[in-house]
């Protein structure tokens, strides 16, 4: 359980959080979906401690998480960020092994079993050729898998993802987010931003809503009355307009033309 | 290719221009003699001088300035995420220049004075170029770089201001010698002046290289991984500094070995963060062993070693982009 107390954060001149208080119940998927700009990323650049709150904190399980160091908070969180370095020189399994770096010791190397370990998350994910490739070689979808395979690797309770499936094809994103839901079968938590609704839908269990730089609606599967509720807060969401409708038990929406 | 191999490879070709760099100068060692010398039999003899007092003593010093520089360059290079970042990014050259100048000028380049004074004011160079950009604020890799820009071109118009008034006949030649460096004037205490902070900060780097590799990731990456990047970041700026202040004030400024042995080691063998920084230590030595050996036999007066080490390293450098173009093909 993740509580928000009285959250409150701007980047110079431009306030972000203006005392936000919300609570996020514990759920295998929990998914931030938000137009551009409107805090989610924000939200979890706090949550996992690379910006600081100016007021309020942030609590995980009652702890709060501005009082850890790195080294704790990266075993309770992992993170996946939205835009992967491209640049970057370096063999797959050494990548994926940077995860442990803590488990590894100060001047120790990734071991034969941390290697195992790595090769065995590739093999789940569907992608153990990428093993022996070094990181420069694979196309931007794959390193996609490589990073989370590094955040698995990791093994935090909670992994945190900035926007995983933008910027793969439309199956792939069903891949991906499926792999997703599968980790989280060992107890594993997943906090995910994403831009469209229906996968949110399909593949998480609770929901937060952000507007204006607010979470204006929190939601989860459980509720009572939930698919109405969920609808409503797509169409407040959108400012009207879209139109969601559910069809044999998947979400649609539809889009209103801009200048009618 | 394991990176036994690469490094039998790398050391093996470094033992060659060691022995190379021992053998020829102005007074011929022949193999035979070195031998004789070597086991004792020629004590007090010139052979035995020469080989002692000034080859070994020099050979050593290039060696240990070239592994300084090299990997100095490396530090730089991964913690910018700039592969065309020098040694002397932060500001160490300047700020050691006018060190060494103000020793030539003001204190009649007394003996050692040039090296500490040159050693110091490299290193306050590099944490003027940290204070500024702590005060120019976020976006820290960039502001550092650009602080680093700001504090070499304030040194660098301080280096002019000095040589113009310095007196053309006597100092101005040894401002020049000295900003073109040179290996000629080592003697013993200034290798062990080196050594001593040389040695000790490449075992560190070697020793905490898992470490240090992090800060190829992006910031919140690593940060996120559980590790305290701005601590790491400036353990790496120290290490790197430290090195190449030490390895500046005792030959003057030596430049493109940092910039040129990263990235021989990697378009020549695909290695990663570790292997290159264990590599780039006998291919730096040995570049710098080669160059120093032509700039003191090629003419009768010994040459500055930069002008060896630019000309030779713009030719390597194209060269072996070349080599992997036809081989991209």
Redesign the interface.
């Given at each position: 359980m993740i509580e928000i107390k009285d959250l409150y954060f701007a980047y110079r001149n431009n306030v972000v959080f203006n005392g936000s208080s919300f609570t996020l119940e514990d759920h295998p998927v929990t998914a931030l979906l938000g137009q551009n700009g409107e805090g989610k990323t924000t939200f979890m650049?706090l949550l996992?401690?690379?910006l600081k709150p100016d007021k309020g904190e942030i609590l995980l399980d009652g702890l709060d998480l501005g009082k850890l160091?790195?080294?704790?908070?990266?075993?309770l969180?992992?993170?996946v960020?939205q835009e992967n370095?491209d640049?970057?020189?370096?063999?797959v399994s050494?990548f994926i092994c940077?995860?442990g770096?803590?488990r590894?010791g100060?001047?120790?190397?990734p071991d034969e079993n941390d290697r195992i370990r790595a090769k065995q998350i590739l093999t789940d994910l569907g992608a153990s050729s990428f093993f022996d490739r070094?990181l420069e070689t694979l196309s931007h979808g794959q390193r996609r898998l490589i990073y989370l395979a590094r955040a698995i690797f990791?093994d935090s309770r909670i992994m945190v993802l900035d926007e995983p499936v933008s910027s793969l094809d439309l199956i792939r994103q069903h891949d991906f987010l499926r792999l997703l839901k599968e980790y989280t079968n060992k107890g594993k938590r997943i906090l995910m931003s994403l831009h469209d609704p229906s996968l949110a839908y399909e593949y998480a269990d609770a929901f937060v809503f952000f507007k204006d730089h607010r979470p204006f609606a929190v939601l989860s599967k459980n509720d009572p009355s939930f698919k109405e509720r969920f609808l409503q807060a797509i169409s407040e969401l959108y400012d009207n307009r879209i139109r969601p409708e559910y069809i044999d038990g998947h979400l649609f929406l539809n889009c209103e033309q801009i200048n009618k | 290719m394991k990176i036994s191999k690469k490094l039998l490879f790398a050391y093996s070709f470094l033992f060659i221009c060691f022995s190379l760099s021992l053998l020829i100068g102005r007074y011929e060692l022949d193999l035979t003699t070195l031998w004789s010398v070597l086991s004792g039999r020629q004590s007090g003899t010139m052979a035995a001088n020469v080989f002692y007092n000034v080859r070994l003593v020099r050979s050593v010093e290039v060696l240990l300035c070239g592994m300084a520089l090299a990997v100095s360059g490396f530090l730089y290079q991964s913690c910018f995420h700039n592969p065309l970042v020098s040694p002397d990014t932060l500001g160490v050259s300047g700020g050691a220049s006018i060190g060494a100048i103000i020793a030539i000028l003001y204190f009649h380049d007394a003996f050692l004075l040039r090296q500490a004074f040159s050693f110091l004011g490299g290193i306050l160079a590099v944490l003027f170029s940290l204070l500024l950009s702590r005060l120019i604020g976020t976006q820290k890799r960039l502001n550092l770089l650009l602080s680093g820009i700001i504090t070499g071109a304030l040194t660098n118009s301080a280096v002019m201001t000095f040589k113009y008034l310095a007196d053309p006949v006597t100092q101005l030649a040894v401002i020049d010698y000295w900003l073109m460096g040179s290996f000629s004037l080592i003697n013993r205490s200034k290798l062990l002046h080196t050594a001593v902070i040389i040695m000790p900060v490449l075992f560190l780097t070697v020793l905490f290289r898992y470490r240090l590799k992090i800060l190829l990731l992006d910031e919140d990456e690593a940060q996120t991984l559980g590790v305290n990047v701005r601590r790491l970041y400036l353990l790496c700026i120290a290490l790197a500094t430290l090195l190449t202040a030490a390895s500046v004030s005792v030959s003057g400024i030596v430049s493109w070995i940092g910039l040129l042995a990263p990235h021989i080691v990697s378009l020549l063998f695909q290695t990663s963060f570790e292997e290159t920084l264990l590599l780039s230590m006998p291919v730096g030595a040995a570049i710098l062993l080669l160059s120093d050996t032509l700039a003191r036999s090629l003419t009768a007066s010994e040459l500055p070693v930069s002008i060896i080490t630019s000309f030779a390293g713009a030719l390597i450098l194209f060269f072996f982009l070349f080599l992997r173009r036809r081989r991209d093909i």
């Open positions: 650049k996992l401690g690379l160091n790195e080294e704790k908070r990266s075993k969180l992992s993170y960020p370095d640049s970057l020189i370096m063999g050494d940077l995860g770096i803590n590894q100060l001047l120790k190397g070094r990791q | -």
